[in-house]
Structures are given as structure tokens and as C-alpha cells.
């Protein structure tokens, strides 16, 4: 059974950084693409970054081009979404996904506010 499992959301003042992680477990981690949405409260879902499984390649939308970084540790089965400069809207519940089997995590909440 394929589980992501995220943490690190938080309430954060403008300008502070956060890293998101994801486990990832019951599924060979290191051959899957990963990727990081988020939702805003009445928005659609959007993507903020992916990366690849060979070459770790990776994208993001201009909105966070430059201030998130997305990365991964096959040894620890884990990709990580390190955001920095953040802004208010940055705020949104932020998931982990597998874009092969179209598995999603539960999310994780970050809230950025002064």
C-alpha cells in the first residue's frame, strides 16, 4: 500500500522560510517522479514543483520560480520542498504527489501571516 506522508507546515511571518517533507513508502521511491501542489481556500489545486526520477530535473510556475526549491533523498524515500521569502499567498494546504499512479498525501498546512 503506496503512502505520502507530509509534515512540516506551520504558521510563518512574511519573509520566513519553511521545508516541507514526504515520506514516501510502499512503492520503489527512487524510480518515481514527485511533485508538490497546493490549494487555497477557493482555488483550484495548483503545482509548485516537480522533479524527476533520472535525471532530477525540475520545474516550478513563475509564482515560486527562484524562492522554492524542490529536492529528493532516495535513501530516505523522502522529497522535500524547501520555500523561501515566503507570502501571504503562499498560504494553502500543500500536498505531496506521484504523478505516475496519481496518488496524493493528506496534505500539510502552511500559513503565512504577520
Known amino acids: 500500500q503506496v503512502q505520502l506522508v507530509e509534515s512540516g507546515g506551520d504558521l510563518v511571518q512574511p519573509g520566513e522560510s519553511l521545508r516541507l517533507s514526504c515520506v514516501v513508502s510502499g512503492l520503489p521511491f527512487s524510480r518515481y517522479g514527485m511533485s508538490w501542489h497546493r490549494q487555497a481556500p477557493g482555488k483550484e489545486r495548483e503545482m509548485v514543483a516537480t522533479?524527476?526520477?533520472?535525471?532530477?530535473?525540475?520545474w516550478y510556475p513563475d509564482s515560486v520560480r527562484g524562492r522554492f526549491t524542490i529536492s529528493r533523498d532516495n535513501a530516505k524515500n523522502t522529497v522535500y520542498l524547501q520555500m523561501n521569502n515566503l507570502k501571504p499567498e503562499d498560504t494553502a494546504v500543500y500536498y505531496c504527489?506521484?504523478?505516475?499512479?496519481?496518488?496524493w498525501g493528506q496534505g500539510t498546512q502552511v500559513t503565512v501571516s504577520s
Open positions: 522533479i524527476n526520477s533520472v535525471t532530477n530535473n525540475t
Open positions: 504527489y506521484v504523478p505516475y499512479i496519481n496518488h
